[in-house]
């Protein structure tokens, strides 16, 4: 699927990165709850300022770069995609509720065959 290899080597740097990437976003939710006296705009602001450098230094990991890589392969997918026009869609669309309308008859005509077999014919009740 993915033409760009992103070769990923994990070293000591990666995993303080992500260590430090943990510790911010902490950092972020403690200061949320520390500064309870202050305004709530405060607040939020160092939340999103403190979850913010947590992305920003994930992003500089190993693992960021190989997120980020399979964003772009995943783009490049997506452009491929050849989408239906409206009337194949609608098209379509039909085929499958007429196909549950044609299996759930059939599904209820077996039901009641086997019904009728195993009540009527072998145990001999009457319903």
Do not use: C
């Amino acid at each position: 699927m993915s033409t760009s290899s992103v070769e990923t080597v994990t070293t000591s740097a990666d995993k303080a990165k992500l260590a430090a990437s943990g510790l911010l976003v902490v950092a972020g939710v403690a200061a949320f709850y520390l500064l309870g006296q202050q305004s709530l705009w405060l607040r939020v602001l160092a939340l999103l300022a403190l979850v913010a450098a947590a992305v920003g230094v994930f992003f500089t990991s190993a693992q960021g770069k190989e997120l980020t890589g399979f964003g772009q392969d995943a783009v490049k997918e997506l452009r491929k995609v050849v989408w239906p026009t409206r009337p194949e869609a609608t098209q379509m669309t039909l085929y499958v509720f007429a196909f549950v309308v044609v299996m759930a008859l059939f599904l209820w005509l077996t039901d009641k065959s086997l019904e009728w077999v195993i009540y009527s014919l072998i145990l001999g009740w009457k319903q």
